[in-house]
């Protein structure tokens, strides 16, 4: 699995139980299990979800689900 994969799949594990759709930056930060303290990490890369959540603009919003937060987030990370 590559680190894009691994940290794609950790962003869609950590919010599997997330009440979408997630209007704003803040519900999605609150829908992460430790809040903007959650981190991904795969090898040496690690990202936490107050960083990931820098790459975001508000024109992103609302996500439908998981899988749609995890890939704009894979996406502009350059992972």
Sequence with gaps: MSVKEEIHAQIN???KNANFPLK???E???A???GADTTCQSGNVKVTAGEAG????TSDFPFTSAKQVA???VER???
Excluded: N, R, Y
């Excluded at 820098?54 to 603009?57: A, F, H, N, Q, R």
């Design 71 to 73: 890939d704009v987030i």
């Design 77 to 79: 990370a350059g992972l």
């Design 54 to 57: 820098t790459l975001l603009k």
């Design 24 to 26: 704003t930056p803040e």
């Design 13 to 15: 594990g950590a919010l």
């Design 28 to 30: 999605l930060l609150a």
């Design 32 to 34: 992460f299990p430790a």
